[in-house]
């Protein structure tokens, strides 16, 4: 997701979005939502590498103008060497339509002089029969920067040009709309996007430079699981590499767990090739991690060397990753949704049958025309820095353009899979709402704990995330009742630098509603919160809380207390006890569980005796995997509430 880099951008990329029509004799050209699919080329030659800016997802249609161009600066991927250089073999361009009959195109490449094209290098005319159409040149053409251009005719309806959202500090058009034509930047008018070009050859630099392009550790991050190392290394230089190695360091605040350990690479890495280390191939085997039981932050530091270490660049040799290894289930799970009212409702019909009890989708109408528009809708809008609409976005940092029925299933359905997955580290230790004379805002008193888990105090995670609490509306959307947002009681406020182990936090705040009369706020109305990363965009932790209970400040209140289990040991071998460990008090209540599969069917489904303590995973489980545990019990005010945990068999 592409970041906003001053107001002036800001405010542009709004009034783009609102008053495009009004727009266009300026800037010249307009798009319609794409797919939003994966279009990724497949993997890489063995001596070629792809150099691309754009995210490889086809997410917006131009129209307007007949010449799209991007500048590819290769100098400044090396900028402490003094002559890096690329060598393009070939130039692919993406084409979200193919039409019949088809459509002509020409690619020409200039040299660079002062950011703007300079002389022709090469012209290639074909016509585009493929999605990602290739270009291969006669003779390979070596720059430290290149202009690439493409004349391609469109139109509104199509046909289209595409690209994924980016920056757009790299892409520009053709802009034939002021007293002299010239290539406009898309950033420079707002537009956050990247065209779909990639360039394909090699790096030609004057030293040996070994890149450590990615290294992750796989499958899960959960506690107890066993993890092993995924990593890609480029070599962009002549010569071979035949004794490479990764020094990995992990680090935790957690003081039970660190990693120290040399990782050999025992393959040759020939010149100007890719290597990919799977965490399932057999040379890797034996680099195995036991994450800690306890949950926690972990850091890793991964350090590539080779026998070319003395004339190595070593900028790009190292990878630095932050990991939540967490066990808390989130209470709820956010979906985001900003769309108009009157052209929705194949759309939402679409994500009707895949949302769950767990799941809470917020719909956000940052037009100003619509019905339900409000300028909160337009605020978060632009904090994602969104252009176009239908948008989706889930949890925060997964982000669906546009509405395709054929692809849209699929893009969600991966999208609530990775937020059915997340965990985290807090969990609502009470609320309480008083709702004083003359009745114009709900004050809320909120307390948050962290019952487990280590944290890094530097850099904290929750520095770098702000707190946000929407009033939303249940309200009949064709047909259906869907939350509808309508103002906010907190926008991006701080948090506490730390949250040690068994610390709470208090947040207190309120919600104006003096607009809203007293049945449908208490019927109508729920207030929604979370904790949001403001760079990875990641939704750490959402709840939400019903207004039912609303009471006036002259009423006594009992504070909701929340039920909480933990279970262990997780991993649990398979036929052995899992240990309940319950709320004070919860032992005492009636409580059903039931036990699903990955596939959601029903294994077990049983009470727990009052006082059990534990479940004893016998004939009902017979197969070593990962198993959800459903509780359906009550709060401390005798409403039912719903817990969900995720264990581990093995």
């Known amino acids: 997701m592409s970041k906003i880099h001053n107001c002036f951008v800001k405010r542009l990329s709004l009034t783009l979005y609102l008053v495009v029509a009004t727009l266009l004799p300026v800037f010249g050209i307009s798009f319609v939502n794409g797919s939003g699919r994966d279009v990724s080329a497949g993997t890489l030659q063995e001596r070629d590498r792809d150099f691309f800016y754009h995210r490889n997802t086809d997410d917006q249609h131009w129209s307007g103008t007949n010449k799209w161009a991007v500048r590819f600066d290769f100098a400044a991927e090396y900028e402490t060497f003094a002559n890096a250089q690329f060598t393009i ?21 200039y040299s660079d002089a002062n950011n703007l094209p300079d002389s022709s290098l090469a012209v290639i005319s ?25 004349t391609y005719n469109t139109a509104t309806g199509g046909p289209y040009f595409s690209s994924s959202i980016g920056d757009g500090t790299h892409s520009y058009y053709w802009n034939t709309n002021a007293p002299t034509a010239f290539y406009q930047n898309m950033a420079a008018v707002g537009y956050h996007s990247e065209f779909l070009f990639s360039v394909v050859g090699n790096f ?43 020094v990995l360091n992990i680090t935790s605040p957690n003081p039970d767990f660190a990693v120290q350990d040399t990782i050999l690479i025992v393959r040759t890495i020939l010149p100007h090739s890719e290597l990919v280390v799977l965490y399932t191939d057999a040379d890797i085997q034996e680099y195995q991690y036991v994450l800690p039981a306890s949950p ?5 530091v991964a350090v590539l060397h080779s026998e070319h270490d003395a004339a190595d660049t070593l900028f790009n040799n190292t990878v630095t990753r932050y990991y939540n290894c967490f066990n808390e289930n989130l209470p709820i799970r956010m979906v985001e949704n900003f769309i108009k009212t009157n052209v929705s409702e194949i759309f939402l019909a679409a994500q009707h049958d895949l949302i769950t009890d767990e799941i809470r989708v917020i719909n956000y109408f940052p037009m100003v025309s619509d019905p339900n528009y409000t300028i909160g809708s337009v605020q978060r809008y632009n904090w994602y820095s969104l252009t176009g609409m239908p948008m989706t976005v889930v949890g925060g940092d997964y982000l669906i353009t546009g509405f395709d029925p054929a692809s849209y299933d699929t893009l969600f359905t991966a999208a609530l899979e990775e937020l059915n997955a997340q965990t985290t580290f807090l969990t609502q230790s009470s609320y309480s709402l008083n709702w004083p004379d003359p009745f114009n805002l709900i004050q809320v008193r909120l307390e948050l704990r962290n019952p487990t888990t280590y944290l890094f105090t530097s850099p904290s995670l929750l520095t770098q995330s702000r707190f946000y609490a929407a009033l939303c ?15 906010w009681g907190v926008y991006a406020d701080t948090l506490l630098s730390t949250y040690p182990i068994g610390a709470s936090s208090l947040k207190l705040f309120s919600v104006p509603v003096s607009d809203i009369d007293s049945l449908s706020l208490r019927t109508q109305y729920v207030i929604i919160y979370w904790i949001q990363h403001q760079s990875t965009k990641q939704i750490l932790f959402s709840n939400l809380i019903p207004l039912e209970e609303l009471v006036s400040v002259s009423d006594e209140y009992i504070p909701v207390v929340n039920p909480h289990i933990t279970l262990s040991p997780n991993p649990v071998k398979l036929g052995k006890e899992i240990t309940l460990k319950l709320t004070d008090g919860l032992s005492k209540r009636k409580i059903k569980y039931s036990i699903y599969n990955t596939k959601g069917q029903l294994v077990k489904s049983r009470f727990l005796a009052p006082n059990q303590k534990s479940i004893l995973l016998t004939d009902d489980i017979r197969a070593a995997g990962i198993y959800l545990i459903r509780f359906n019990l009550t709060d401390n005010q005798n409403k039912p509430v719903s817990l969900t945990k995720k264990i581990f068999v093995y």
Not at 209 to 230: A, C, G, M, W
């Open 89 to 109: 073999n070939k130039v692919k361009v993406f084409f979200p339509t193919i039409s019949s009959p088809v459509n002509a195109v020409t690619l020409t490449l």
């Open 126 to 150: 074909d016509s585009v029969r493929t999605n990602w159409k290739e270009f291969t040149l006669t003779t390979p053409i070596t720059r430290k920067a290149i202009w690439v251009v493409v």
């Open 204 to 246: 030609v630099l004057s030293d040996v430079d070994l890149e450590l392009y990615s290294f992750q550790l796989k499958p899960e991050i959960t506690p107890n699981s066993i993890v092993r190392p995924e990593f890609t290394v480029y070599n962009n230089s002549d010569s071979s590499v035949n004794n490479a190695s990764i």
């Open 296 to 300: 926690c932050q972990f850091k890793v």
């Open 473 to 487: 509306k249940k309200d009949s959307l064709y047909s259906t009742e869907r939350f509808i947002f309508k103002k």
